[in-house]
């Protein structure tokens, strides 16, 4: 499964956008929204929604932790 270039996703193939540069760096991309901010010059540290998504991946890691630590 490919990675996200920009917000660090992880997606299945076909679903995503693959970019390759003149240097022959490739950059893949799960949707058009990081494409665009990665093209924009965006920092990921700076975007909200990013952030977001980390704070509730880390909530539903700390959530499945608990849930298995009782059974």
Known sequence: MP???FCKN???FPR???VVQKDS???HF???KCRKNMEMGR????VKWIRKSDVVKAEKAKYAASKADKK
């Open 3 to 5: 990675v996200c270039s």
């Open 10 to 12: 992880q997606y299945e």
């Open 16 to 18: 995503g956008t693959t």
């Open 25 to 27: 760096s490739v950059k």
């Open 30 to 32: 799960c949707s058009s």
């Open 43 to 46: 920092l990921t540290k700076k």
